[in-house]
């Protein structure tokens, strides 16, 4: 399995942006679709987007759509979601999730492998 690190997360105001990225361990990156999740307290994990393994399909949540997007580098084993316009229903653990051959998917029961998630605050 690939080993997954989230970094990037941080304490940030209403209408501000940040950048998580996830690198991932091991050869074969570029084997595994990836999704971004967020878990905020006292609610389920939810979908934010995901991305195929070349990169070339994404997909996002409704509720992040046109201001999160989510990118890969093959190269560097790493994919990263940059978020645009915070509010503070952002805040969240931001986890990053890997899923082996199939494409990306919503549905976080299709990913093996996660890491250990990056908090997110967003103050108003």
């Known amino acids: 399995q690939v080993q997954l690190v989230e970094s990037g997360g941080g304490l940030v105001q209403a209408g501000g942006s940040l950048r998580l990225s996830c690198a991932a361990s091991?050869?074969?990156?570029?084997?595994?679709?990836m999704g971004w999740f967020r878990q905020a307290p006292g609610k389920g994990r939810e979908f934010v987007a995901a991305?195929?393994?070349?990169?070339?399909?994404?997909n996002y949540a409704d509720s992040v759509k046109g201001r999160f997007t989510i990118s890969r580098d093959n190269a560097k084993n790493t994919v990263y979601l940059s978020m645009n316009a915070l509010t503070p229903e952002d805040t969240a653990v931001y986890y990053c999730?890997?899923?082996?051959w199939g494409s990306g998917s919503a549905y976080a029961d299709a990913y093996g492998s996660w890491g250990q998630g990056t908090q997110v605050t967003v103050s108003s």
């Open positions: 999730a890997a899923r082996i």
């Open positions: 091991g050869r074969t990156f570029s084997s595994y679709s």
């Open positions: 991305i195929s393994r070349s990169g070339s399909n994404t």
